[in-house]
């Protein structure tokens, strides 16, 4: 476990230290969530309403959430480069263990989605945005939306595995994540949607996890019939349970045979 753990933080600094040449990496998470921010706050704010509470209350738990969404596209993308440059052949020429690839994958990924919250709560706090509940459920939402990213960034690697280019992981980063975020409660409530898209919305572990957040920072949690949406903190924990124990040992065996066949 400890050659496992150093070889691990090896790769992680090996991507962290890319942001100080590329810092681009983090745009990702920060300048496109950030946009969303200020387009919905100022300029979409004023049409939509939220039952019981202020607009940007309800929607920066949304942002946070589809920004650790997003970051999956991110290190589907990194897989996919490091794969056609030959590193991974590098790695496995290494005495290092062969899972601490894709683990430093996922914690430097960690690490730039950290970055990209506190990016996004600065711009939260200047349109007016407050954790009403105070610092341990603050922190307990923060503590989720990390869970729900390094959940999403194994969803990432393993379908990074799978593709040829980075052109390609941009292309499936887009069709995977536009739906699993916009057919949610991220930005509208659920209950001005088609009974069918709303069965979706309410049910879609995104909604879970923004509803968890708004929950803990005390914002505007409009109701909602489903059992996820009642039950919101233990719906998330079980969806990205759930993700992690699918999705990690697959790309563990994924990488094996991608490795087995160069």
């Known amino acids: ?151 999403m960034s194994w969803v990432g690697v393993f379908a990074g595995l799978f593709l040829k280019s980075s052109e390609g992981a941009q292309g499936l980063g887009f069709v995977l994540i536009m739906p699993l975020t916009f057919v949610a409660n991220t930005f509208v409530p659920t209950g001005g949607m088609p009974a069918i898209l709303r069965a979706i919305a309410n049910w879609n572990p995104t909604s879970a996890v923004v509803t968890a957040c708004r929950q803990l920072f005390g914002g505007a949690v409009p109701a909602a019939p489903a059992w996820p949406q009642v039950h919101p903190v233990l719906a998330s924990l079980l969806w990205c349970a759930a993700l992690v124990a699918a999705f990690l040992p697959l790309s563990v065996w994924r990488f094996r045979r991608a490795m087995t066949a160069r």
């Not at 062969?98 to 430093?104: D, K, N, P, Q, T």
């Open 1 to 151: 476990m400890g050659w496992l753990l150093a070889d691990s933080w090896t790769v992680a600094k090996r991507h962290l230290l890319h942001i100080r040449s590329m810092p681009e990496k983090l745009s990702g998470v920060t300048i496109q969530p950030i946009v969303f921010v200020f387009m919905f706050a100022y300029i979409f704010g004023s049409a939509i309403a939220v039952p019981g509470g202020d607009y940007r209350q309800f929607l920066l738990p949304g942002v946070f959430v589809q920004s650790m969404a997003t970051a999956s596209a991110s290190i589907m993308a990194g897989i996919v480069s490091d794969m056609a440059s030959g590193v991974m052949d590098r790695f496995r020429s290494l005495p290092m263990a062969r899972a601490a690839v894709l683990i430093g994958h996922t914690g430097a990924n960690l690490v730039e989605s950290g970055l990209g919250i506190v990016a996004m709560a600065v711009c939260g706090l200047i349109v007016g945005w407050r954790p009403e509940l105070g610092l341990a459920p603050t922190l307990a939402a923060f503590g989720l939306l990390l869970l729900f990213g390094f959940a």
